[in-house]
C-alpha cells in the first residue's frame, strides 16, 4: 500500500535527506524546505518518518 506523507515546514531543517533519498516523493521548495510530491510504500514510508532529524514527516 502506498502513504502520501505530510511534512511539517515549520519543523523541517531542509537538511535534503528525504528529498535526496526519495526524490520520487519528496522534492524542496524554494525556501530549501522538503515539499511532498509523490507517495512511498509503506516500509520505505516509515523509514522516511525514522531518518528525518527534525521529526517533521507524518502519515
Ligand atoms: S529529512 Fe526532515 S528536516 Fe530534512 S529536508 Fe526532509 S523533512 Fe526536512
Redesign the pocket.
Known sequence: MSVKLK??SD?????????GSYPTA?G?DSDG??IVIGELDEATAEE?IA???????TK
Open positions: 511534512v511539517d519543523s523541517c531543517l531542509g537538511c535534503g535527506l528525504c528529498f519528496f524542496e524546505k522538503a522516511a531518518n528525518c532529524p527534525a521529526g517533521a514527516i
